[in-house]
C-alpha cells in the first residue's frame, strides 16, 4: 500500500525467452502427466469457425486484411507496386494496336 512504484513479479518480471522455456516445460510436462488438454478434429474446426466469424464480423479489419494482401502481392511480383510489367491487355490488343500505330 504504502509503495509509490509497483515492480514486476512472477513472469511480468522475467524477458520473453524465460516465459517460452517455463511455459514449454510446463506443457511437456502436462503431457508426461497425461493432463494436458488435446482439441479432437472436431474441437479444432469449431475453434477455428468461432474464430473466423468474430473476426470476420469487422469489415474494416477485413478490408484491411485485403489491401494488405494485394500490397503483398503486387510488390513480390516486381517489386514496383505494379502487379504487371508492361502495357496490360491482351496479345490480340497489343498486335492490334502495333497495326494501327505502323499505318497511321
Known amino acids: 500500500m504504502g509503495q509509490t512504484s509497483e515492480s514486476k513479479r512472477g513472469f511480468a518480471a522475467m524477458n520473453a525467452e524465460q516465459q517460452r522455456q517455463i511455459a514449454s516445460q ?5 503431457h508426461e502427466k497425461g493432463t494436458a488438454h488435446e482439441f479432437t478434429s472436431e474441437e479444432a474446426r ?3 469457425r468461432k474464430g473466423g466469424e468474430a ?3 469487422n469489415r474494416e479489419h ?8 494485394a500490397e503483398a502481392r503486387s510488390l513480390a511480383t516486381n517489386g514496383e507496386g505494379r502487379s504487371r510489367k508492361g502495357r496490360g491487355g491482351s ?9 494501327h ?3 497511321g
Open 26 to 30: 510446463g506443457g511437456k510436462a502436462a
Open 46 to 48: 469449431a475453434a477455428g
Open 55 to 57: 473476426v470476420s464480423q
Open 62 to 69: 477485413m478490408a484491411e486484411i485485403g489491401r494488405k494482401g
Open 91 to 99: 496479345h490480340e490488343q497489343h498486335v492490334k494496336a502495333d497495326e
Open 101 to 103: 500505330t505502323q499505318q
